[in-house]
């Protein structure tokens, strides 16, 4: 796939396909929309990161594994791990939802237009991945790192946009 990677706009895994590799299609940068199968059981880390054209990801409805929100951020574990955010979206704005407990590595990695990230209050958030919100220049404030943030993995705003980052006791 590597000597296509400047090529391919839009990624179909198929149903019948049931892991996508680890860095699988890291940094396809024309890639506009990824479709995942029902049988898709395993994304392994950073397979979906750094599409920053991509603006929507697609579930299959008979997938019980990964699920989408309103924004076409990518999830799975019944919405406990951030694996993917739609980094050619046009969203400016994002909260990330209470039941995320990892944000996966390169999760944001490239999001353009992501000015503001918000972490609420009352969520369970452990992990912040490798590389998590690197290259998002418009980047510039994350609203709150809780408490409860155990790991943080190397590089998370490399090169980003970021000015403010407020923590939580």
Known sequence: WAHLKDSITKIVIGDGVTSIGSKAFIAYTKVTSVSI??????????ALSQLSACTQFNVSSQNHNFMTDETGALFGDSQTKLIAFPCGSSV??????????????????????????TIPADSFLSTIGYGAFAFTTALKTVNEVPA??????????????????????
């Open 92 to 117: 400016e704005e994002y909260a990330i939802p209470a039941t995320v407990t990892v944000i996966s590595y390169g999760a944001f990695s490239r999001a353009a237009h992501l000015k503001t990230i």
């Open 148 to 169: 409860s943030v155990e790991t943080i993995g190397d590089i998370p705003f490399a090169q980003s946009g970021v000015k403010y980052i407020y923590c939580g006791n």
């Open 37 to 46: 199968g029902k049988d898709v059981s395993e994304i392994g880390v950073g």
